[in-house]
T-cell receptor, first 115, second 113 residues
């Protein structure tokens, strides 16, 4: 069974540009969550989508957005990139979401460097 | 406010000995706890979980203990192996508005040969 797939794995962008990252969840999983990891900050929750609807949102500015398609694939977008957006962006999927009793499974991540 | 805390940023143990990683939480609505292992440049890998109706769960060399009254859980790795060297994240979720999975900042475990 294929795991969570994220593309691209690595990318470099310039300040002010925008970026779109893609995530294909495990087959049958309807929940997709996005996290940002920076050194010393652990895993910061961005948002969760379930059946094409945003169900939960973390404390990130509106420059960070996402969406989920009918096949459960998800994209996240960061507009007007800042140097501080350089991070590993992780996608995770689960059957029912993040609540009690659910396990989420991560992809390999997309490394974004903003220069 | 950090709801899940891993107070030790790093831990070093000898191969073959026990590794104990600790995690504290503050939200009493949390009732499901997970541990993930993360190697550099890779996504976190699910290790083991425990529900609040239990106080212990084992899977091979990995055992998680939960002390609900102290709001504390720990991950024991016995025996530790060099391949266990990674960052370990504790995470918690619950019900009633606490459905969002909350992660600690991680503990970097180094197992020395």
């Amino acid at each position: 069974k294929a795991g969570v797939t994220q593309t691209p794995r690595y990318l470099i962008k310039t300040r002010g540009q925008q970026v779109t990252l893609s995530c294909s969840p495990i087959s049958g999983h309807r929940s997709v969550s996005w996290y940002q990891q920076t050194p010393g900050q652990g895993l910061q929750f961005l948002f969760e989508y379930f059946s094409e609807t945003q169900r939960n949102k973390g404390n990130f500015p509106g420059r960070f957005s996402g969406r989920q398609f009918s096949n459960s694939r998800s994209e996240m977008n960061v507009s007007t990139l800042e140097l501080g957006d350089s991070a590993l962006y992780l996608c995770a999927s689960s059957l029912h979401g993040q609540g009690s009793g659910n396990t989420i499974y991560f992809g390999e991540g997309s490394w974004l460097t903003v220069v | 406010d950090q709801q899940v805390k891993q107070n030790s940023p790093s831990l070093s143990v000898q191969e073959g000995r026990i590794s104990i990683l600790n995690c504290d939480y503050t939200n009493s609505m949390f009732d499901y706890f997970l541990w993930y292992k993360k190697y550099p440049a890779e996504g976190p890998t699910f290790l083991i979980s425990i529900s609040s109706i239990k106080d212990k769960n084992e899977d091979g060399r990995f055992t998680v203990f939960l002390n609900k009254s102290a709001k504390h859980l720990s991950l024991h790795i016995v025996p530790s192996q060099p391949g266990d060297s990674a960052v370990y994240f504790c995470a918690a979720s619950g019900q009633g508005g606490s459905e969002k999975l909350v992660f600690g900042k991680g503990t970097k475990l180094t197992v020395n040969p």
